[in-house]
C-alpha cells in the first residue's frame, strides 16, 4: 500500500482520497480512524422548541430514544433529533457506539462503568448527573472498544 501526502496551500479545506481496487477490512479501518479524527470537528443539527442548534458532535454524551424522537444529551442540556437511532448508528463516527436497543454513546466521554452481571450496566460522564444504561449484549464490545482507545493513546 502506497501512503501519499500532498500539501496545497491554496485549498479551501484539507481533503483526504483513499484509491484502492477493492474495499477491504483494511481500508474501512483507515477510513474509520480518520473519521474518529476528524469526528470532533464535525457538527449536527439538534433542536430545542423551533430552535434550532448545531452542536459540535464531541460535545454530545448519548442519544436515546424517547417514545417518539430521538435525544440528544449534553451534559447540561437536553435537545431533539430528527433522526432515528439506526440512521444515527450509521451517520456518526466510529467514536460512537450503540449500548443498548435505545442508546448511542460518545466512548471519548465515558467516565465509570459500573457494571452489573445480571442487568444493565450505567455508565456515568465527568461533570453530569447524566448516566445511561448498557444492555448485557453490548457490555464487552464496550469494554473492548474502551481499552482499544487507552492503548491507541498510550502509543502516542
Known sequence: MKIRIEMD???????????????TKEIAAIQSAIDDVTGAAQKIL????TTEYYLPLDSILFFETNENSVLAH???ELYQTRYKLYELENLLPGFFMRVSKSAILNTGL????????TASSVV????????????????????AKLEEKRLHHEKQ
Open 9 to 23: 496551500e491554496n485549498r479551501a479545506e484539507d481533503e483526504v482520497i483513499i484509491r484502492c481496487r477493492r474495499l
Open 46 to 49: 439538534v433542536y430545542k422548541g
Open 110 to 117: 465515558v467516565y465509570s462503568i459500573d457494571r452489573n452481571l
Open 124 to 143: 456515568s460522564f465527568a461533570g453530569t448527573h447524566k448516566q445511561v444504561y448498557v444492555s448485557r449484549y453490548y457490555y464487552k464490545p464496550l469494554v
Open 74 to 76: 449534553t451534559r447540561k
